[in-house]
């Protein structure tokens, strides 16, 4: 069953190659929007045979496959990889429906494809090797659709990404061979997640493999100052890889952390949390001020993935059953509300030729403006700072709540942040929609103030994303209660420090 999610995008991204060259660019785009509606539709019809009171793997697979180096195929899902996946499945189908008009589309709809069936297939390894495969399977396409498809500095972008990912993998990589040398024991050598045993292992050696995990995770969350890499990216990529990139690609840094350091490690990881929630304090603190200084409302919400990032960061360091349930729901979260955000870029640069917040002036003028697009834009701004309603209060709400008691200073230092988002979101607000509709494109050039309204077509999928956004700020029991079993199953491995007690 689970295969299918992997296979059905990878097998469809063949055919268009195959069958592009006698296929026009708007059927190409239908028949990739069909193969992402469906495999999102087969990952609807697997909530039905999951089982929530679970925190075990289910609806496993295992395909023996190069056994002499411990890689087997081993597919399975809990309550931490389902949400992502039902999550990478909307999101592919959003990017698919509103890339229109690209050039090449032979390859461009193929990579998109490759990219979501190897991001399922990350969600869903059992097998650390097999992780690794699919980890790097969306390497080259990202870095493809942003060199190809990309900004005026997008080779500049492409390639620093490419070098940064890189360098991410090399360390993965070194902490999982270390994993499967030191776990495997007397048994056969393997790389199987359920299969390691590593409790007779050094708090040492743990550690220094948990440092290699962090780095490499790390870079891709981005964590600062690993994070260089990602507004460059964000700022060159067209719309719908922004979309994929900020929705999903960097919710394998987080899931990793939380798969393999948390789950794997659990000594080692205790004994750097203080560490780790400081680190997500700077990153907090880092992305947001940094937000409040930009000028392209793109490079904004790249920074503003920076800092809300940080706030998974301190749900894993605390380590609680709840702050679990919190950090997989903040990807979620994170992941709606980001895709959400560019989108709406998207629509006004390509209505305005610009994102510069100081040029542009007026947008929710009812009459020439853009007016939808505006109110949407709001929305998200509110979800991204925290307002009640939305599905970003519920998993903030959720990870201070259950983080307050074991790093309190932290904790509190980190929930200025949310103050900061709804700063540098007013900004931005403030200047683009609100005041007198004009443009400014040049000195030599009169000011703009008619521009072509947004179709239905192109507000579609942001008020899709807008109205889910709600929906889970109103029910957030429909997700949640999916990740409770396997959050409290990781969290029992992690023993509190003492001081715990005297703060409960």
């Not at 296929?23 to 990952?43: C, E, K, N, V």
Request: a neutral charge; charged letters at 10%; aromatic letters at 12%.
């Amino acid at each position: 069953m689970l295969s299918t999610l992997v296979w059905v995008p990878i097998a469809g991204a063949i055919l268009i190659i195959l069958a592009g060259a006698a296929i026009d660019s708007q059927r190409l785009r239908r028949l990739s929007l069909g193969i992402a509606i469906a495999t999102f539709g087969w990952s609807l019809f697997l909530i039905t045979k999951f089982d929530i009171s679970l925190s075990t793997t289910q609806l496993s697979e295992s395909l023996a496959w190069l056994d002499p180096i411990g890689l087997t195929y081993r597919l399975g899902v809990d309550g931490l990889s389902f949400p992502l996946v039902l999550m990478n499945g909307l999101l592919l189908i959003v990017a698919t429906y509103i890339s229109n008009d690209v050039q090449r589309p032979r390859l461009y709809f193929p990579l998109l494809l490759l990219l979501g069936g190897g991001v399922n297939g990350a969600f869903l390894s059992q097998n650390l090797l097999l992780f690794f495969l699919f980890f790097e399977i969306e390497l080259i396409p990202l870095y493809l659709l942003i060199a190809i498809w990309g900004g005026e500095k997008r080779g500049y972008a492409a390639t620093k990404f490419l070098i940064y990912t890189a360098i991410s993998g090399v360390l993965i990589l070194a902490a999982f061979f270390g994993m499967a040398f030191l776990g495997s024991g007397d048994t056969a050598f393997t790389f199987n997640y359920q299969d390691l045993n590593l409790e007779g292992v050094s708090t040492t050696t743990k550690g220094i493999l948990l440092v290699l995990l962090l780095l490499g995770f790390g870079i891709k969350i981005p964590i600062v100052p690993l994070h260089t890499w990602l507004p460059d990216a964000h700022v060159e990529a067209s719309t719908p890889v922004s979309t994929l990139l900020a929705g999903v690609l960097l919710k394998l840094g987080t899931y990793g952390l939380l798969r393999f350091g948390l789950g794997l490690l659990p000594e080692a990881w205790q004994a750097i949390a203080p560490f780790l929630a400081v680190w997500a304090v700077v990153s907090v603190i880092y992305g947001c001020l940094t937000a409040i200084t930009q000028t392209d409302m793109k490079k904004m919400v790249a920074y503003s993935s920076v800092g809300h990032m940080g706030y998974i960061l301190l749900a894993l360091a605390a380590a609680t059953p709840l702050s679990l349930v919190g950090a997989t729901f903040q990807m979620v979260s994170h992941g709606l509300i980001s895709a959400l955000l560019f989108i709406l870029v998207g629509i006004v640069y390509k209505k305005t030729g610009t994102r510069d917040i100081k040029s542009l002036n007026g947008l929710l003028n009812p009459e020439r403006g853009l007016p939808i697009t505006g109110s949407l834009m709001i929305l998200a701004a509110m979800a991204s700072a925290g307002t009640p309603g939305m599905i970003g209060f519920i998993a903030e709400f959720v990870i201070f709540r259950s983080s307050f008691a074991v790093f309190p200073i932290q904790t509190l230092l980190c929930m200025i942040g949310t103050g900061l988002t709804a700063v540098y979101f007013l900004i931005m607000i403030d200047r683009v929609f609100f005041g007198r509709l004009a443009v400014e494109k040049a000195a030599s050039q009169p000011p703009i103030s008619n521009f072509p309204f947004a179709k239905w077509q192109e507000k579609f999928p942001a008020i899709a994303l807008a109205l889910i956004i709600v929906f889970f700020g109103l029910v957030p029991n429909f997700a949640t209660k999916m990740i409770e079993s396997s959050a409290d199953a990781i969290a029992s491995n992690h023993t509190k420090p003492s001081h715990i007690a005297l703060v409960e």
